[in-house]
C-alpha cells in the first residue's frame, strides 16, 4: 500500500471517530489536459477538502457542490467536468462545465460516508440497559447518560457520561442525536430536560401515557419551550405486545429506526384518543407480582 493510500485511510479513520461525515472522491477517467490521473483520490468533507488529490483547482468547485449534496441524501454521484458541460445530468452522471481555459475532462464517482447515527439513552434502568445492548446491532453508536453510570457497566455503549446536566451534557454529545428518556420513576424530570436541551432528532419517553401527561406538564410550568415538550413521544415505541425490558427497549428502538429511515420523529404509539393496554410482566416461580408495564411504553 502507498503512502499516499495510508495518509488517506488514517484520515479517513479520524474523521470516523470524530463522527464527521465525508466522501471518497476518485478520478475514473481523464481527458488531457488534466493534472490527474485514474486513481486520484481525495477525501472531502462539507466544508472543503481535507486529503489527498484529483487534479488542480478547476473541478473542485463542482466536486464540492456535488459531495455536498451527497452528504445530504447518502447517495453516491457520477460526476463529469468537461469544457463543454452545462450543469445538466447526463443519463446517470452530473455535467458541469470547466471554469479553466487549459481544458480536459474529469470523470469521477463521489461516495458519501456517514458516521453512524446516534441514539442517546438517557438513565439507568433495565430497558435504558437493554437499549444500550441492542442498538449498535442496528447501526447506532450509543451515549449513555446516567447519574452515577460507570463505564464498564455498559460495554456496549461509546460513551457513558456519569451526569445528567442538561447545561454540560450537550457539550460532550454529537448533535442529531436520537435521544431515548428511560429513567422510569429516577429523575425523570431531569432526565426529560437533559434531553430537551441536547436537541436532538427526536426524544422517546419510556412512561405511560398518564405519566408522560404529569412530566410534560411540569416542564411547561416550570419555563420549557411548550412546543418543545410536546414533540416528546410518549408514549414510546411500536406496540408489540412487550413485557420484558428486552422487549420494551426493542419497540422503542423500532420506533427510533423508522424515525432515521423516515427523517422524523415517528408518532406516539398510542393514537390520540385510544388508550394503552397494560400487560402484566410474567409473574416469576415464586409467584411474586410484577409491576405492569405498558405493551410499548414501559411502567410508570
Known sequence: MSTHAQDLLATARRLGEQDEAYALVSVLRVQPPAAAKPGDKAIVTRDGFVD???GGGCAQPAVLRTVQQALEDGQARLLRV??????????DVLQFGMSCPSGGTLELFVDPVLPRARLTVIGDSPVAQALAGLAPRVGFAVSVVAQGALPEAWPDAQQVLAGDCPHATPKKIAPGSFVVVATQGKRDVQGLRCALALGGRGVWLVASARKAGVLKQSLVTAGSDAEAVAAIVA??????????????????LAAVVAARRQGTAAPAAVAAGEAADPVEMPTPSLERPVAAISSCCGGD
Open 52 to 54: 489527498g488529490w484529483i
Open 82 to 91: 468537461a469544457p463543454d458541460g452545462d450543469a445538466k445530468p447526463l443519463d
Open 235 to 252: 408514549p414510546a415505541g411500536t406496540p408489540i405486545g412487550a413485557r420484558t425490558p428486552e422487549e420494551v427497549a426493542l419497540s422503542v
